[in-house]
């Protein structure tokens, strides 16, 4: 089975600009999680989709930053405009809902830099 | 609030060597708990995980973690480390609510 698949694998864009990252988890997996990790420090939980619907967005930093899950298939999270600081590795996962079992995918990341 | 602590950043072994990486939990319960690797340019792959039952976790690569209640403890172990064991390693924690609480991970070197 295909993992999770995220893309751009890199984006370099200019402070003030807009960006929009994608995930495509693994077909079937209604659980949907986004984290980053910024500059070294820990991976950082942002929210948490269940099919199309938002369960947990405690993580989520400001509003610079929306996540959707259209259909309940792929997610994008957009942020504008994007800030120096937001410069990191944006990390998607997936899991099915007996993660006891089968726990959680995640994918490649995507590294973001902001200038 | 649950948390993870990974108190060595950066770890170096001989290949060959035995590895022990440490991590420490804080939660009020038994979480699950995990052991996740990032090779360079790669993602996070999961080693092992602990649910529940024996507290000697066998995952891949040879890697192997054990839960230790009375400390609070889920060190990951391999025997016999390889050179395409450098990497980073993550430990991290779901206390229940699908939120997973990594670790700042630790950077494993492996010289010749």
């Known amino acids: 089975e295909a993992g999770v698949t995220q893309f751009p694998s890199h984006s370099v864009i200019e402070k003030g600009q807009t960006v929009t990252l994608r995930c495509d988890p693994i077909?079937?997996?209604?659980?949907l999680y986004w984290y980053r990790r910024v500059m070294g420090k820990e991976i950082k939980f942002l929210l948490h989709?269940?099919?199309?619907?938002?369960?947990?967005e405690s993580g989520m930093p400001n509003n610079r930053f929306l996540a959707e899950r259209t259909g309940g298939t792929y997610s994008t999270l957009k942020v504008q405009p994007a800030e120096l600081e937001d410069s990191g590795v944006y990390f998607c996962?997936?899991?099915?809902?007996?993660?006891?079992?089968?726990?959680?995918?995640f994918g490649s990341g995507t590294r973001l830099t902001v200038v | 609030a649950q948390s993870v602590t990974q108190p060595d950043i950066h770890i170096t072994v001989s290949e060959g060597a035995s590895l022990e990486l440490r991590c420490n939990y804080s939660?009020?319960?038994?979480?699950?708990l995990f052991w996740y690797v990032q090779s360079p340019g790669q993602g996070l792959q999961l080693l092992l995980k602990?649910?529940?039952?024996?507290?000697l976790v066998q995952g891949i690569k040879g890697f192997e973690a054990e839960f230790k209640r009375s400390q609070s403890s889920f060190n990951l172990r391999k025997p016999s480390v390889h050179w395409s064991d450098a990497a980073e390693y993550f430990c991290?924690?779901?206390?229940?609510?699908?939120?997973?609480?990594f670790g700042t991970g630790t950077k494993l070197q492996v010289i010749p």
């Open positions: 939660y009020g319960a038994t979480p699950y």
């Open positions: 996962a997936s899991s099915q809902d007996r993660r006891d079992i089968y726990g959680y995918t």
């Open positions: 989709f269940v099919k199309e619907s938002k369960q947990d």
């Open positions: 602990y649910f529940s039952g024996d507290t």
């Open positions: 077909s079937g997996h209604d659980n």
């Open positions: 991290a924690v779901d206390g229940g609510y699908q939120k997973v609480t």
